[in-house]
């Protein structure tokens, strides 16, 4: 990605390929235990024509990506701070013109990424469930790119997709698995082993593992608050593997 000129912090992408594995949760959990290690974080909700970050964390912004993307706001004058400590730029649920950028509008998003990166320490992005065109230049541009799976047979296809074509569209990029949901450390790894090997066996390398995130009942409870879990139950296991999932990134 050309950033333009000035220091830049890095991009992580969030993708998943398949809806509904966790995907915006670790999106919000992450940039919070980001800012409670101390980092300026903005959490780009990227999900073009279904972002929801706003509503799972019971905002109302004024602004948002559309605004930006038209010229009318620039990225910081769009975003909001979250109590927990974090930004947002949010996306626009159900916008078509959103949903089917074009190659010009794709460029635009890209470079606003690029102003975020300028002005944040760290920048997360919720990219959309699928592989569309848009999805995969911004996987592409990201200086990291973290594939969310769970032990599902359809999770693990889809997230396969999305390394392979990551392969194709940027070789030698920084891509790394994190499982979700899963019983124990020991499942996860386990999980994480199905899709190393298939990448190992197809595409001619593994996939690092970045983490493992276990099934924790106090996940959906917080997600039906609105409230982030690190705020409501900053100790419970889901909690404690997002912490070091965040270090781990950090180191």
């Known amino acids: 990605m050309n950033r333009g000129v000035g220091p830049a912090g890095p991009v992580i992408a969030i993708a998943s390929g398949k809806g509904g594995v966790g995907k915006t949760w670790l999106a919000v959990t992450l940039a919070h235990a980001m800012a409670l290690a101390g980092r300026r974080v903005l959490l780009l909700d990227a999900d073009l024509g279904l972002a929801n970050v706003d509503v799972q964390l019971g905002l109302d912004p004024t602004g948002d990506l559309a605004e930006v ?48 990166a300028r002005a944040w320490q760290t920048v997360l992005l919720d990219l959309g469930a699928g592989l569309d065109s848009a999805v995969r230049r911004m996987a592409a541009a990201a200086d990291t790119l973290l594939v969310l799976a769970t032990d599902e047979p359809t999770s693990l296809t889809d997230a396969y997709a999305v390394l392979k074509l990551h392969r194709r569209d940027r070789a030698g ?40 995130i276990r099934r924790d009942p ?7 608050r609105q409230t982030p879990l690190l705020t409501r139950h900053p100790t419970c296991p889901a909690a404690e ?9 950090a180191g």
């Open 173 to 212: 990029g920084d891509a790394r698995v994190v499982v979700n949901q899963a019983a124990d450390r020991a499942a996860g790894e386990r999980t994480w082993r199905t899709l190393d090997r298939a990448s190992a066996s197809f595409l001619g390398a593994g996939v690092p593992l970045a983490g493992v």
């Open 241 to 249: 593997d997002v912490a070091r999932l965040a270090a781990a990134l």
């Open 69 to 116: 993307l038209a010229g009318r706001c620039p990225v910081a004058g769009a975003a909001l701070r979250h109590p927990a400590g974090f930004d947002i730029l949010p996306g626009r649920s159900g916008s078509g013109a959103l949903s089917a950028l074009d190659e010009a509008g794709v460029e635009r998003l890209l470079a606003a990424v690029g102003e975020a």
């Open 218 to 224: 106090r996940v959906p409870e917080a997600i039906r």
